[in-house]
């Protein structure tokens, strides 16, 4: 039985819908994937108003907003992806500096460079271009750091090679 008061077991209950989604995400499930990462924001948002304190609930929130970001992506509700990921974008912002995870924070801003992207196709504005182009370019910027700091070991070339296309494909629609 859920317990309210139990922040651990909250915890624990966001993480859990939050990685049912991730799955469900990837097997394509899209319609499961939202009902899960649902509960798992509802869950994350209840715990932190209650549990200030406790730093991990904001950060579960701000990775499911994130995840809620992506699966709205691949639903093409892009205006619904564009705002999950300025919200995980402010709530991962938020943490500190001993709290960040700064690989989620800059996937949340790549899949909000991303998302404005597909707006731009879609709406043709050169504004939204812009900011679109503005968004990717910190994304790129912030993988290649991070690439080189705390994730030397790691590859990020699935990261960073969307990234590039993307830009180049802004820079095409704000040459004259």
Do not use: C
Not at 8 to 21: I, K, S, T, Y
Not at 99 to 108: H, K, S, V
């Amino acid at each position: 039985m859920e317990d309210p008061l139990n922040v651990q077991f909250q915890f624990d209950l966001a993480d859990m819908h939050g990685n049912l989604a991730a799955s469900q995400r990837e097997t394509g499930q899209l319609d499961a994937a939202l009902r899960s990462i649902e509960r798992s924001i509802q869950t994350s948002e209840r715990a932190a108003a209650r549990s200030p304190q406790y730093v991990a609930h904001r950060f579960n929130y701000g990775a499911a907003l994130s995840l809620l970001g992506s699966v709205h992506r691949d639903r093409k509700a892009t205006a619904d992806a564009i705002r999950a990921f300025r919200q995980s974008i402010a709530v991962l912002g938020s943490l500190g500096d001993d709290q960040r995870d700064p690989a989620m924070l800059i996937a949340a801003t790549s899949g909000l460079g991303q998302s404005l992207a597909d707006e731009a196709r879609r709406s043709q504005s050169a504004a939204v271009w812009r900011e679109a182009r503005t968004t990717l370019q910190q994304a790129l910027d912030g993988w290649r750091g991070y690439q080189q700091t705390a994730g030397a070991g790691d590859d990020h070339r699935a990261e960073i090679d969307p990234l590039v296309s993307a830009l180049k494909e802004a820079d095409g629609h704000l040459m004259p």
